[in-house]
């Protein structure tokens, strides 16, 4: 019998060591980061315990809830509110909601996403319930707004902050959300009208300023094509004249050459008599009605009369 107690004692002492080992295990805690521990002392509250290497009295101490500080993200389901004009609609939020103490949050409200989730759904109706339809439409970013001061007052004692809460969906009874339909495609029947008549008024001004530009290009080219044409009758009137000039300037240049040879050559009286005579005679070839003969081609002549009349036939 001796033997035996002596060979069970090494066992019972290893299980006791193993058995001592496992509960200091149990009392090593590592709190992770954005954690936090609440931990109770025999049913009381006694510390919260941030990240780091923490130690528990063994069964005196307890982690009595585990509090995740990270921002966290919560879909409630459609609830159904009534707006001021008696038209009921399905709206569906979601709350955006963080943690700053985990003891109120662990002690002052026995659901605090349930207690979140029922006090989102009342606000909400009162909010909704002082808009109409249009308004409730249009106004998301007030009744976010709005909401989100409400439960962040209401949600202060338990340790709970809202950051934003959003309206995810507005459903009206069907019979609206027909009615909203008609009027869109109203809405974009007309204006399509406008934009089309506009594009059509467009193109009429634009077709009517081509015309003005072009009528405008027309005037000015028959503009300048008078002005040329008056340049260029000028210019030839102009070239004509100096062609008469110049034929005048030779007419008088040869005849003065005529008469400066004349001169040189000394004529006698007789040849200017023959030359007289030839002048009279090609006047009388002329058109001329009259013809008055000088004294002096009289007397050289012999004539009996100082002047002959001529008339032509």
Known sequence: MDKVSISITPIIVIIIIIILLCVLASCIKI????????????????ATWSVGLHFKVPIIDKVARKVRLKEQVMDFPPQPVITKDNVTM?????????????????YGVENPIMAIENLTATTLRNIIGDLELDQT???RETINTH???NLDIATDPWGIKVNRVELKNIIPPREIQDSMEKQMKAER??????????????????????????????????????????????????????GKAQAIEAVQ??????????????????????????AF?????????????????????????SVVETVAK
């Open 90 to 106: 399905q709206i569906d939020t979601v709350v955006f909601f963080q943690i700053t103490d985990p003891k109120l949050f662990t």
């Open 253 to 278: 240049r040869a005849t003065a050459e005529g008469l400066r040879y004349l001169n040189e050559a000394a004529p006698t009286e007789k040849v200017l008599t023959l030359k007289s005579l030839e």
């Open 281 to 305: 005679e090609k006047a009388a070839d002329g058109q001329a009605t009259k013809i008055i003969i000088p004294s002096e081609i009289q007397g050289i002549a012999g004539l009996a009369k």
């Open 147 to 149: 909401m989100r001061s």
């Open 137 to 139: 439409l249009t106004s």
């Open 189 to 242: 029947e007309r204006r399509e009208s406008i934009l089309r008549a506009e594009g059509e008024k467009k193109s009429t001004v634009l077709v009517a300023e081509g015309k003005k530009e072009s009528a405008i290009l027309e005037a000015e080219a028959e503009k300048e094509a008078a002005i040329l044409r008056a340049e260029a009758k000028k210019e030839a009137m102009i070239r004509e004249a100096e």
């Open 31 to 46: 709190v992770p980061q954005a954690h936090a521990y609440i931990v109770e002392r025999l049913g009381g509250y006694q």
